[in-house]
């Protein structure tokens, strides 16, 4: 799969909805409710970081959600690619970029979502084809008014933001031309997730679904 292919699966996973879930899952048990929840609210993408050992299972329960498309995120080697594709995700998301990654998602055939932080480094992912980006840790290394800044020299480059992102803050991200959509947490908080409580969680995922785009 090209950088440009890449891209453009990941372009139209970002346009099912302006808010993507970041998912730390400790228990695979809960995934397919979770999963079903979100869904049911609108937010069919599915973010599921490798953060815990249930991650992979969690993956493959949720691949099995009718209506999700689950990807795999904090990838940050060959071997993580791999077993993400296998587990079922369909796409990947990683909070930087490395040759090396880029490399096993392209041979995989795994859509990436590659994290950059700086000009240089999204620069550096455009000179390689990928014109759909990670921007990470995104309040930390600008917040919105970077990613509006860097829209004029950089118009071909869309984003999709995570890190300190919540309601509150959301739609300032949502309001510039260059964001997709944002990655957030806040749609699965960890209690009602540990409790099952999938009504509070739609509740939750309908309110973000909601959220305008430029």
Do not use: H
Request: charged fraction near 20%; hydrophobic fraction near 50%.
């Amino acid at each position: 799969m090209t950088p440009a292919e890449q891209s453009k699966s990941a372009e139209a996973i970002c346009r099912l909805a302006p808010v993507v879930p970041v998912l730390v899952v400790e228990d695979a048990a809960r995934a397919a409710g979770l999963a079903r929840a979100l869904v049911a609210g609108g937010l069919p993408a599915l973010e599921v970081t490798l953060r815990t050992s249930a991650a992979l299972d969690v993956i493959r329960a949720m691949a099995e959600v009718e209506g999700g498309v689950v990807g795999a995120g904090t990838l940050l080697t060959a071997a993580d690619v791999k077993a993400a594709k296998a587990a079922g995700a369909k796409f990947g998301v990683s909070p930087g970029a490395t040759p090396a990654l880029i490399a096993a998602c392209e041979d995989e055939g795994l859509p990436l979502l590659p994290g950059a932080a700086t000009a240089s480094e999204v620069m550096a992912l455009l000179e390689r084809g990928y014109t759909v980006q990670k921007f990470f840790p995104a309040e930390q290394a600008g917040g919105a008014p970077f990613l509006k800044a860097l829209g004029s020299p950089l118009p071909q480059v869309r984003f999709c933001p995570t890190g300190g992102i919540s309601l509150k803050n959301a739609g300032d991200y949502l309001a510039s031309n260059n964001i997709l959509c944002v990655g957030g947490s806040w749609v699965a908080p960890k209690e009602a997730v540990a409790a099952g409580d999938w009504d509070s969680i739609t509740r939750l995922a309908r309110e973000a679904a909601s959220l305008a785009r430029a």
